[in-house]
């Protein structure tokens, strides 16, 4: 039975599941129309070192850099409109992968050209996060997006950060206005 999150409240991914390497992030979100056009969700990790910065470039996951530097994390591709059933997009993680300099992943969730279309998560329903075992599919963690974040863009929705050699899993919901350029910004 999969556990609900609650925002800062961190949890053990690998506490309960004694072995676990291999996991996949899945976000999803209703299909909303706005303004004559989809909203289009992004999810993009963010890999960060101790100090809560990107080492290289190549530690940030989005729709234009699909795989890490390490080869830990894929981004499984991009859903533009939040159509179908299940996940909208998903992140394959393999924990023993990442790179020893990593400390944190931040799982952003981002309204593609946000100013333009006058959009915002306001107008976005039922978004949420689940970690899932990769190896038989099973949900371990689910955390549903409560707040309407009116006029913002961009959610850092959890984290998974490491501790020796487990993992921990936390919901965030904090929201920003900038879109994915701000959260950059943030990060580097």
Same mark, same amino acid.
């Given at each position: ?17 004694? %072995? ?5 992030? %899945? ?33 940030? $996951? ?5 795989? !890490?530097?390490? %080869? ?9 409109? %939040? ?6 997009? !998903? ?6 992968? $990442? ?14 050209? !946000? ?38 863009? !961009?959610? $850092?929705?959890?984290? $998974? ?28």
């Amino acid at each position: 039975m999969a556990i609900t999150l609650e925002k800062n409240k961190p949890l053990s991914l690998v506490k309960n599941n004694a %072995g676990l390497q291999n996991i996949i992030a %899945g976000l999803g979100w209703d299909n909303a129309l706005v303004n004559n056009q989809k909203v289009d969700c992004d999810v993009s990790v963010f890999m960060l070192n101790a100090a809560g910065k990107i080492p290289q470039d190549e530690f940030f $996951i989005f729709y234009n850099n699909l795989n !890490s530097h390490d %080869g830990a994390v894929a981004h499984l591709g991009d859903n533009r409109d %939040g159509t179908g059933e299940g996940d909208d997009e !998903s992140i394959r993680i393999n924990l023993s992968q $990442i790179a020893p300099q990593i400390e944190f992943l931040y799982f952003s969730v981002t309204i593609h050209e !946000s100013e333009t279309r006058k959009q915002h998560f306001g107008n976005v329903k039922n978004a949420y996060i689940n970690i899932r075992n990769a190896d038989d599919n099973s949900i371990l963690c689910q955390y549903q997006l409560q707040e309407d974040f009116e006029n913002q863009d !961009s959610v $850092i929705i959890a984290s $998974i950060s490491r501790n020796d050699n487990t993992w921990a899993v936390e919901a965030l919901g904090q929201a920003f206005d900038g879109g994915l350029e701000t959260l950059v910004n943030l990060y580097q």
